[in-house]
Nanobody
Framework: QVQLVESGGGLVQAGGSLRLSCAASERTFDRYTMGWFRQAPGKEREFVAGIRSDGDTYYEDSVKGRFTISRDNAKNTFLQMKSLKPEDTAVYYC?????????????????WGQGTQVTVSS
């Protein structure tokens, strides 16, 4: 059972940056595709970015060029967010999937963190 713990959320002004971190509990973490999702109030949870076990990355269109997902060998996944906009305000979740081929649906992810709040003020 993989346990995920996010950190790094907070309040930032529009145009600012934040770096989210996700720590996994399992040594087998590197076999999983890792993803970041977000959920704004009154909206459905949406895919933001993913990184496969081979390091290949993929993004939702609205964050391309602004967000960067990465992972290290110590069971951590990161989401570097730049040029933040008020519409990026949401609870951000880290998740792990055993699917290799670019999973984007919430149903494709088995393990989830508790979420971290990101608030971007205008």
């Amino acid at each position: 059972q993989v346990q995920l713990v996010e950190s790094g959320g907070g309040l930032v002004q529009a145009g600012g940056s934040l770096r989210l971190s996700c720590a996994a509990s399992e040594r087998t973490f590197d076999r999983y595709t890792m993803g970041w999702f977000r959920q704004a109030p009154g909206k459905e949870r949406e895919f933001v970015a993913g990184i496969r076990s081979d390091g290949d990355t993929y993004y939702e269109d609205s964050v391309k060029g602004r967000f960067t997902i990465s992972r290290d060998n110590a069971k951590n996944t990161f989401l570097q967010m730049k040029s933040l906009k008020p519409e990026d305000t949401a609870v951000y979740y880290c998740a792990a999937s055993s699917t290799y081929y670019y999973p984007k649906g919430s149903y494709e992810y088995t393990y989830w963190g508790q979420g971290t709040q990101v608030t971007v003020s205008s």
